[in-house]
């Protein structure tokens, strides 16, 4: 297959724009219920920054117009099974088969709150969101850290635009680490495994100095671009995607 064809780059070009429509409604949206009640975004501009909502966003217009990288479609892709799948089971299938009344039971106090049943799609639906969705985040979070691998290997080789696409990427990616706990279980994970190989007998003793230092700078950084440090206010709420 060539991902990079005509039609493929055509498709690439579509899904992106489409994920950055669908991310531009929710967070004007989010922006227009804060305008009507009067609410000010705490943070200013870091607060909208630190909006998972608007992450993605930037990022999708960051690939819509960037060379291809069909990896990064992937975490998009999969956010979109959920999207699409919460969006039929809490709006589209209620519309077309709304909730059937209960009848009470013999006895039941006449003032009692009615009591509905969803449709047996909608809570298959929900069944499914809530079975996959932690593990499914957990592979968005790894297919994530495996994109920044692969950008700074184009990095290394000068491919085009890379060493922009590197910045803006690690950027992207250290706020999902302090947003996310999947992002943080998956870093971990990661950092277990090369540990276990690096710890291995018979590794080269400069193999585990770089380890060790491919550590240190990674800590550097990770103190270095905290930004509730910097800046006043609450942190940003820790989300579990």
């Known amino acids: 297959m060539n991902y990079y064809g005509g039609v493929a780059q055509f498709c690439y070009r579509l899904a992106f724009l489409s994920a950055a429509g669908t991310y531009g409604i929710v967070v004007y949206k989010t922006w227009r219920a804060r305008q009507k009640t009067g609410a000010k975004q705490p943070g200013g501009v870091l607060g909208y920054l630190s909006d998972e909502n608007v992450q993605y966003l930037v990022m999708a217009l960051i690939w819509l117009f960037m060379p291809q990288y069909p ?12 999207h699409v799948a ?35 799609a909608s809570e298959a639906i929900k069944s499914f969101v809530k079975q996959y969705y932690d593990s499914s985040m957990s592979v968005v979070s790894s297919l994530e850290i495996l994109l920044w691998i692969r950008l700074l290997l184009a990095a290394v080789f000068f491919q085009r635009r890379s060493w922009i696409l590197i910045a803006l990427y ?12 999947h992002v943080q279980g998956s870093f971990a994970q990661l950092e277990a495994r090369i540990d276990n190989l690096i710890g291995a007998q018979g590794t080269p003793p400069v193999a585990r100095q770089v380890w060790d230092g491919v550590k240190g700078t990674a800590r550097q950084f990770h103190g270095a671009t905290d930004v509730n440090k910097y800046a006043n206010g609450a942190a940003a709420p820790k989300k579990t995607s």
């Open 86 to 120: 919460t969006y039929f089971g809490a709006t589209i299938v209620p519309t077309l088969f709304p909730p059937a009344k209960v009848t009470p039971p013999a006895g039941a106090s006449p003032g009692a709150k009615p009591q509905f049943t969803q449709h047996p």
């Open 170 to 181: 690690t950027a992207f990616l250290r706020a999902r680490f302090a947003q996310s706990s």
């Open 71 to 82: 990896l990064a479609l992937l975490p998009y892709g999969i956010y979109s099974v959920f």
